[in-house]
């Protein structure tokens, strides 16, 4: 699709992952005229996929959150439902299968007194403190889940929730600053029951409980047993492609293979943008989906960096990228029962090193249509810092990867028996993949707290230091996962679809 460069728009979005896709979507139901700028092929971004040989494999996330059919922190299903479409998906019984060190084999069912009862048999002597700890969880959410979760940034809204539902407005006050090893520890003693709330947190904050905000972790430990996690039929890629659609038909639109070079500012305020091939477009409103750093690092001249980010930058850092498998494997390696999502871990001292934990997830028990018949994907991936991969020739670089990979796959036999035996495709992404395709720099996952900070308080919200600049995403408030920055595309439209007095 071709758009005059001298068009005018009420907002610019540079990005098409599942935030700046929320926000464009929920802008142009409003009735605003949105462009959407992406600088790849197909829009989703850590959220997208890719095919070969008859597997469509996920890039990234997979474990989806946010599809419920009640409540009000089934923020996926309403962003499609704001623009009049929908996504069938499949209901996953197990959030995760865990494997960790001395044995500990444990799976989070969706039912959770499955979950609570499994793991106050394996530690009976702390029956009463788990209990006490989820329950608490389940407290952070059910204040999230009595009010609609727009900007905390519009005064109007507060005042409306706070006399709507001031207990809840109360509840959540409370727990902002708090981090979830405090809240651990309060009901818990069991050094190793200790550590699988580290790694219950670590595997989507990349923090141990003593850096994770207790606001996410209530999400997270309840909403997987509310809602529940639920694919996509079709692959998670489906969810940034029925957005698409919906702002479309909404008359909007999105560009592909423009990436944004700069933010135009005039008079100190965001104006516009530019692409690489020197296209100018101008808006009301410029909502930058690209991480902190991109935005305000590669797309802004240095002398612009606000006060505010600096700070900011000294709060959080970029967490490790990931280096990734994407296998196809014949299904035969799989035994009956095997679940969708796996981590695994030998040493808890490992936890947070690179090549430490690892990921696993095999979308096809849920969705079989996505691999070739008798064949299952398998994408498994580990934390991996960019120097790890910086400055090797491309025959070391692929040595290497061939190498990091034997490792991973050599690991997951312990869980996976004839897994190398098994294997029909693999293709390796490291550090760099991600920093390449996904334009996130270092390829970093999102922002984690330098040292203990104060729960979320620290994480910034859309509006940005520069006037008529918005920012998008998982370096934004509440921080990374796909109902996360949904989350942050809601907060994103409502305050700017208020600033334009939509
Ligand atoms: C390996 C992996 C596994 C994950 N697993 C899960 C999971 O199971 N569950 C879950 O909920 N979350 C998971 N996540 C996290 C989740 O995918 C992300 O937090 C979320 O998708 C980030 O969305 P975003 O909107 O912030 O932006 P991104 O997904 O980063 O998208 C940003 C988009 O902006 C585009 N862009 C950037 N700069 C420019 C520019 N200058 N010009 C034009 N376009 C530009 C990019 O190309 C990209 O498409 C995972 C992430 C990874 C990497």
Same mark, same amino acid.
């Given at each position: ?93 197990? %959030? /995760?299968?865990?494997? !960790?060190? &001395?044995? +500990? $084999?444990? =799976? ?129 890629? %489906? /969810?940034?492609?029925? !957005?698409? &659609?919906? +702002? $479309?038909? =909404? ?136 120097? &790890? ?114």
């Amino acid at each position: 699709m071709s758009v005059e460069s001298s068009s005018h728009f009420d907002a610019i979005v540079i990005g098409s992952g599942i935030g700046g896709l929320v926000t464009a979507t929920q802008l142009a139901a409003k009735g605003a005229r949105v462009l959407v700028l992406e600088s790849y092929l197909i829009p989703g971004g850590s959220a997208g996929y890719f095919e070969r040989n008859g597997y469509r494999f996920d890039v990234g996330a997979s474990m989806i959150f946010g599809f419920g059919d009640r409540g009000t922190t089934n923020l996926l299903t309403r962003a499609l439902e704001a623009v009049d479409t929908s996504i069938e998906t499949i209901p996953d019984p197990v %959030q /995760i299968h865990y494997h !960790l060190p &001395e044995d +500990l $084999e444990l =799976k989070v069912h969706r039912e959770y007194e499955d979950f609570v009862g499994e793991l106050s048999a394996l530690f009976p002597h702390e029956k009463e403190g788990i209990r006490k700890f989820y329950d608490e969880c389940w407290r952070v959410f059910n204040c999230l889940n009595a009010m609609e979760l727009l900007s905390l940034e519009e005064p109007r809204y507060l005042m409306r929730v706070f006399f709507q539902h001031p207990l809840a407005c109360l509840g959540l006050v409370k727990y902002l600053p708090q981090n979830v090893g405090d809240i651990a520890r309060r009901y818990i003693k069991d050094p190793t029951l200790l550590k699988f709330i580290d790694i219950e947190c670590y595997c989507w904050s990349v923090v141990p409980a003593e850096l994770t905000p207790m606001i996410n972790a209530g999400m997270v430990f309840s909403d997987r047993h509310y809602g529940g996690i639920n694919y996509p039929k079709g692959g998670v890629g %489906q /969810i940034a492609q029925k !957005l698409v &659609e919906g +702002l $479309e038909k =909404k008359g909007s639109t999105i560009l592909y293979k423009s990436r944004v070079k700069r933010i135009l500012v005039e008079n100190n305020r965001a104006v516009g943008v530019e692409l690489v091939n020197n296209t100018r477009y101008y808006g009301d409103r410029i909502v930058s989906n690209a991480t902190r750093w991109n935005t305000f690092q590669s797309l802004l001249p240095e002398e612009m960096l606000p006060a505010s980010e600096e700070r900011w930058q000294k709060r959080y850092q970029k967490s490790p990228s990931f280096v990734s498998l994407h296998l196809g494997v014949d299904a035969s390696v799989l035994p009956e029962g095997t679940e969708c999502h796996h981590i695994l871990l030998e040493n808890w001292e490992k936890m947070e090193e690179s090549h430490g934990t690892i990921f696993v997830s095999i979308p096809t028990l849920l969705d079989p249509d996505l691999a070739p018949s008798g064949h299952h994907i398998i994408h498994t991936f580990t934390p991996s810092w960019i120097n &790890e991969w910086k400055g090797l020739s491309y025959s070391d670089y692929n040595a290497k990867k061939e190498e990091v990979a034997d490792r991973i796959i050599n690991r997951l036999e312990a869980i996976f028996p004839g897994l190398n035996a098994g294997l029909d495709y693999q293709e390796v992404g490291t550090p760099r993949t991600h920093r390449r395709f996904l334009n996130r720099q270092d390829g970093t996952y999102g922002p984690i707290p330098q040292r203990k900070l104060l729960g979320l308080l620290g994480m910034p919200f859309n509006r940005t230091a520069i006037p008529g600049l918005y920012c998008v995403g998982d370096s934004t408030f509440p921080g990374q996962g796909l109902n996360a920055v949904a989350f942050s595309g809601f907060a994103c439209a409502h305050r700017i679809a208020v600033d334009l007095g939509l």
